[in-house]
C-alpha cells in the first residue's frame, strides 16, 4: 500500500494558495450578493471541501443546500449522461443561486445542472467552480466565479477524487498516469 503523496508528480495548488484564492471569491460573492440572501448549492461528492470554505469565506447572511448527482462513465472521463442522486431541498423559485462544483471539465455537468435548477424558476443561477479545465469544455461555456484554470491532466486532492480515493488530501496535486492506466 503506497502512502497518497507517493501517487502525486506535482502539487497545483498548495493550502495556503487555496485558501488565499477562496477569500478572494467569498469576497466578491459577498459584495455582489449583499442583499440577495444567495442559495449555495454544493455538487457533492467532489464539492464538499471548497463548498465548507468558502461559505466560511463570505460574510453575509446565505442557506446552504447539496445536490448529488453521477455521470455515466468511469475513471477519468465522464460521459455527460447524468443522474441526480440527491436532490436539493430548498425552495429556490425567486432565489438567486450559486452553484458550487469541484472542477468543470466538458461542462457537461454543470449546464445538466444549470438546466435542471432553471426549471425551478430561480431569480438567478451562476456557478463558482474551485478549477476549470477551458481547454476541455465541449461547447462555449462561461463559468462566472473560477478558482484556478488549469489544462487537462487528471487532478485530485481537496475533495476531488480518483476512483473515490484521494479527497483527503489538503492541497491539490496531479495524479500519476501509472495509476490511472
Ligand atoms: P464534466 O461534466 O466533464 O465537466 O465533469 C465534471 C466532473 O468530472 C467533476 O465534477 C469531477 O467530478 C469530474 N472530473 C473532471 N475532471 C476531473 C479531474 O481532473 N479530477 C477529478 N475529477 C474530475
Ligand atoms: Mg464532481
Do not use: W
Amino acid at each position: 500500500m503506497s502512502t497518497m503523496n507517493e501517487d502525486i508528480t506535482a502539487v497545483l495548488f498548495t493550502e495556503e494558495q487555496i485558501r488565499a484564492r477562496t477569500q478572494e471569491l467569498g469576497s466578491r460573492i459577498s459584495q455582489e450578493y449583499e442583499g440577495k440572501m444567495p442559495v449555495l448549492i454544493g455538487i457533492l461528492k467532489g464539492g464538499f471541501m471548497f463548498m465548507a470554505d468558502l461559505i466560511r469565506a463570505i460574510d453575509i447572511p446565505l442557506e446552504v443546500d447539496f445536490m448529488a448527482i453521477s455521470s455515466y462513465g468511469s475513471g477519468v472521463t465522464s460521459s455527460g449522461a447524468v443522474k441526480i442522486r440527491k436532490d436539493i431541498d430548498v425552495n429556490i423559485e425567486g432565489r438567486h443561486v450559486i452553484v458550487v462544483e469541484d472542477i468543470i471539465d466538458s461542462g457537461l455537468s454543470i449546464r445538466y445542472i444549470r438546466d435542471y435548477l432553471m426549471r425551478h424558476k430561480p431569480a438567478s443561477v451562476k456557478v463558482c467552480a474551485l478549477l476549470n479545465k477551458p481547454e476541455a469544455h465541449a461547447k462555449e461555456l462561461k463559468i462566472d466565479y473560477v478558482g484556478f484554470n488549469v489544462g487537462n491532466e487528471f487532478v485530485v486532492g481537496y475533495g476531488l477524487d480518483y476512483d473515490g480515493l484521494y479527497r483527503n488530501l489538503p492541497y491539490i496535486g496531479i495524479l500519476k498516469e501509472s495509476i490511472y492506466t
